[in-house]
């Protein structure tokens, strides 16, 4: 039994048709109940392997078929894309998506830098509309004592003040006179 347990030659137990069950049965690679079943075992049907060749050759065959059938499908998918089909087709057109956008961003740039000039001619009138220089222009002049502080009214002025009067391009010293009620005639500034 030990020599059958160390062998690296596969061993079929047969022994035959005892009740008992012999130590080899468990040593051994395979057990047949007798030696008729050891044969058939151990040397297979020559028509069952060929049919089982047959039968696996069909399946790789099948297996093969699938894949190429899947991969030819695939193919053809991709070669009926627009892209592949016409590559030109669908460089023309990007390129005239491409001309659409920069179109549309030129319009746009225009657009808000129309508004942006409207914005600035209306703020450049508000501001010479609001600016002394334009008062002044109109025939308006800012009264100043010598330190530089503006004169409001005939009443912050002191008779014999020296006052700064500036108009538009140029300005004056004159000397304060008597100051007059509103609706007094004469003159009240020198």
Do not use: N
Request: charged share 30%; glycine share 8%.
């Amino acid at each position: 039994m030990r020599a059958v347990s160390a062998t690296h030659t596969p061993v079929v137990s047969a022994i035959g048709h005892e009740q008992d069950t012999p130590l080899l049965d468990f040593v051994a690679d395979v057990r047949a109940s007798t030696p008729t079943d050891a044969a058939k075992r151990s040397i297979p049907d020559v028509g069952e392997q060929l049919q089982l060749i047959r039968q696996l050759r069909d399946r790789g065959r099948r297996v093969i078929e699938g894949g190429l059938t899947r991969e030819e499908a695939w193919l053809a998918g991709m070669r009926s894309r627009p892209v592949l089909a016409s590559p030109l087709r669908e460089i023309d057109r990007l390129t005239e998506q491409i001309t659409g956008l920069r179109d549309r961003a030129r319009r746009c740039v225009s657009v808000t830098l129309d508004r942006a000039a409207d914005d600035l001619r209306h703020t450049r009138a508000r501001l010479l509309a609001l600016s002394p220089a334009t008062t002044l222009a109109r025939g308006y002049a800012i009264v100043q004592r010598s330190d530089g502080a503006v004169v409001r009214s005939a009443a912050e002025a002191t008779a014999g003040e020296t006052l700064r009067l500036r108009f538009a391009e140029d300005s004056m010293t004159a000397t304060a006179g008597d100051i007059e009620a509103a609706g007094e005639s004469g003159a009240g500034h020198e």
